[in-house]
């Protein structure tokens, strides 16, 4: 079974602390990598993917960003205004749900880069996710392959896609690349206010429907000023 979302979410509301200071006068969605913005890379991975409206939240410097998405229209970008509030990447989606409707959706960090490999990773996620068996799919990076990346990874994952948490002190082959595709009822009974995401994927993994799908291609951890140079690189050396 697989799923066509035309709405997704991107979280673009970060303080960027680590690019600074790439990011003292400008949010971090704003940098440039090869060219262009990172949030205008994942709008345009969007928009290939039939995406129809991304809501991007905003918290830092938001009209630099309200300003660089207007008049975008594949996909057409809402915002949802989160300048006077902390709710962390959790309550951000919990906020934005009236706009984001019924559907499973994408689910995007603003700061996120790839390079697609044969198929584009977001039109794999749709075909790949099944509702009946997932609350959220991730695209997952492998760690050895990575470029920017220096931890320990975030999980291991089963053939069968069933993803299992890092323990403390274990180092892992899959890192979350910042891509996933989510059911809106996975925040039937979220709280209200400030939380992080990761509640949400602890919760799917101990029910059995956390799922995991291995991206395609290179994934790049853009987060430092030295980060830029190697994604542009990566850039440069898949075109070449």
Do not use: C
């Not at 993917?49 to 594949?74: F, S």
């Amino acid at each position: 079974m697989s799923v066509k979302p035309t709405k997704a979410m991107v979280l673009a509301a970060g303080l960027g602390l680590r690019m600074r200071p790439l990011t003292d006068n400008m949010p971090k969605p704003l940098v440039r990598v090869a060219g262009s913005a990172l949030l205008d890379h994942v709008l345009d991975k969007l928009g290939d993917a039939g995406v129809e409206e991304a809501v991007v939240n905003v918290h830092y410097l938001p009209d630099q960003i309200i300003d660089h998405t207007k008049g975008r229209t594949r996909p057409r970008v809402i915002i949802s205004d989160e300048r006077d509030q902390v709710l962390g990447t959790g309550g951000a989606v919990v906020k934005a749900l009236p706009l984001l409707g019924d559907a499973p959706f994408f689910h995007v960090n603003a700061d996120t880069l790839w390079i697609d490999g044969v198929r584009p990773n977001l039109a794999r996620l749709a075909e790949a996710f099944d509702p009946a068996r997932m609350d959220i799919l991730l695209l997952m990076a492998p760690t050895a392959s990575s470029i920017g990346y220096a931890g320990r990874g975030d999980y291991a994952m089963l053939a069968d896609g069933v993803l299992r948490k890092r323990r403390e002190h274990e180092v892992v082959p899959f890192v979350y690349a910042g891509a996933a595709i989510m059911s809106p009822s996975l925040f039937a009974d979220a709280p209200k206010g400030e939380f992080s995401l990761t509640r949400k994927f602890d919760s799917a993994n101990e029910q059995g429907r956390l799922f995991g799908l291995r991206l395609d291609g290179v994934w790049m951890h853009v987060g430092t000023p030295d980060a830029v140079q190697a994604a542009e690189r990566a850039f440069l050396a898949s075109v070449a």
